[in-house]
């Protein structure tokens, strides 16, 4: 396999490369585990984010895993490759970011009602489409969780994502995600907590 023509990203744990109108997301071997140590994690890791990414499309624009011939293999995910414009290049630019932030708070409630908890929410795992719908993808750091703290630190991540990577537009963009959230069944209390989070960290801020 010529992995270096069609590769999409090289993370620290996986390789992302298209395969025709696919992507798999291969998970690396890491040379400082023990073999079998790597290859229950590689597994486990695999395993999880495959369900998560699965249970998640049900609910959210995410890409469903496919089931395909090679499905056996361990360590890789199988899924259709989403075009579109990666928000962490592109979120400062869009005119109507307001409104594409709105969705993807929206889109959060949804998953956290349902009890799923990203865990790596930040623009470089957002795809917007064409149609101007928002795809959420990698659920490597994902989990079950009707925990109303991971709901809040899910949202804070996405505070600090766009306070790090886009500083010019971080408080309306932040607003925007907490509009589209209130749709959530506790909206209430995971912004009390969030407000909690934040004031164990440096700020104190007021939603
Ligand atoms: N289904 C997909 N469609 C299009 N691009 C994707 C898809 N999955 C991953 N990518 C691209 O690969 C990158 C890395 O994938 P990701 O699942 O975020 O892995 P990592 O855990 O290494 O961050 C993403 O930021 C995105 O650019
Ligand atoms: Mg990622």
Redesign the pocket.
């Known amino acids: 396999m010529n992995y270096k023509e069609k590769t999409?990203?090289r993370?620290?744990?996986?390789i992302?490369y298209k395969l025709g109108s696919k992507?798999v997301?291969d998970r690396i071997p890491k040379g400082y585990r023990h073999p079998d140590l790597d290859n229950k994690l590689r597994t486990r890791r695999t395993k999880s984010e495959e369900k998560l990414l699965s249970k998640a499309s049900e609910i959210v624009s995410t890409?469903k895993p496919l089931i395909t011939s090679s499905s056996s293999d361990n360590y890789k995910i199988h899924?259709?490759?989403?075009?579109?414009k990666?928000l962490s290049e592109h979120l400062d630019k869009l005119k109507n970011y307001q409104t594409i932030c709105k969705k993807i708070g929206q889109s959060l409630a949804k998953l956290h009602d349902a009890g799923l908890i990203h865990g790596?929410l930040t623009t470089?795992?957002l795809?917007l489409t064409k149609n101007n719908k928002v795809?959420f993808?990698?659920f490597?750091l994902g989990f079950h969780s009707t925990r109303i703290e991971d709901k809040a630190v899910d949202l804070h991540l996405i505070s600090q994502a766009l306070e790090a990577k886009h500083s010019s537009i971080h408080e309306k963009a932040f607003k925007s995600i907490l509009q589209g959230y209130k749709s959530s069944k506790n909206y209430q209390e995971t912004i009390k907590r969030l407000e909690k989070v934040e004031s164990r960290g440096r700020y104190k801020k007021q939603y």
């Open positions: 999409v990203a993370g620290a744990e996986a992302v992507v997301k890409p899924m259709p490759y989403i075009p579109g990666k790596d470089s795992n795809i795809f993808i990698d490597g």
